[in-house]
């Protein structure tokens, strides 16, 4: 059974950073493609991040890009999302995803697996 666990949330202020992590267990790693989502308050989850089996492919969300850089480490079956100048409005749980190609997970209706969340709160 696979499962996701993500780590790394915690309160931060704006314009620090922070480096979320996800742990895929259950299966081959090295040939899931992965991505990050969050969901704000009130707010429906939205598309950050994602990437290939072989890391050699990325995609973000405008809202993101340039501050957010998501990678994995095949050997260690994680992915990370490293967020840089984060604010207020990157509050949210964060997911960590799997889904069938980089080009479907975006859309958020593909996904296979979704991990529990983890909570960033960016403090002004």
């Known amino acids: 059974q696979v499962q996701l666990f993500e780590c790394g949330g915690a309160p931060v202020q704006a314009g620090d950073s922070l480096r979320l992590s996800c742990l895929d267990i259950?299966?081959?790693?090295?040939?899931?493609?992965m991505g990050w989502f969050r969901q704000a308050p009130g707010k429906e989850r939205e598309f950050l991040a994602a990437i290939a089996w072989s890391g050699g492919y990325t995609t973000y969300a405008d809202s993101v890009k340039g501050r957010f850089t998501i990678s994995r480490d095949n050997a260690k079956n994680t992915v990370y999302l490293q967020m840089v100048s984060l604010k207020p409005e990157d509050t949210g749980v964060y997911y960590c995803s799997s889904g069938p190609t980089l080009g479907q997970i975006p859309n958020g209706r593909e996904i296979h697996y979704w991990g529990q969340g983890t909570q960033v709160t960016v403090f002004s």
């Open positions: 259950g299966r081959p790693f090295s040939s899931a493609v």
